[in-house]
């Protein structure tokens, strides 16, 4: 399905965020990558934003020094220069350990 050119749009600022946001994470320990899943036409309240690290210890030193928070703010700060309102970044924002693959 063909993106409208308003949502190419959107789609062109949401991914410039992404890249400060990812430079900026790149910063703290363990960190492993960013993803992301949108549906623009719920847009932004369908954004989330995982920040994946490379194991539980390093997640949970990432939470304790509140990098969620300060990524969350910070993410609602760029988005909003670029003019789009987050109603409440908490729920767009999410730390997360990475998934280790079992072997059966």
């Not at 790149?26 to 932004?44: A, I, R």
């Not at 949970?60 to 020094?65: M, P």
């Not at 509140?66 to 767009?92: A, C, F, R, S």
Request: hydrophobic share 40%.
């Amino acid at each position: 399905m063909k993106m409208s050119k308003i949502v190419q749009r959107l789609n062109v600022k949401l991914l410039a965020v992404l890249a400060k946001i990812d430079e900026e994470v790149k910063q703290v320990e363990g960190f492993s990558h960013l993803s992301h899943t949108v549906q623009f036409d719920l847009f932004p309240s369908s954004l989330l934003v995982l920040c994946h690290f490379s194991d539980e210890q390093k997640l949970g030193d990432a939470q304790g020094s509140h990098v969620e928070t300060k990524l969350q703010k910070q993410l609602h700060k760029l988005l909003l220069k670029k003019g789009i309102v987050l109603k409440d970044p908490k729920m767009n924002l999410k730390l997360q350990g990475t998934v280790q693959e079992q072997g059966s």
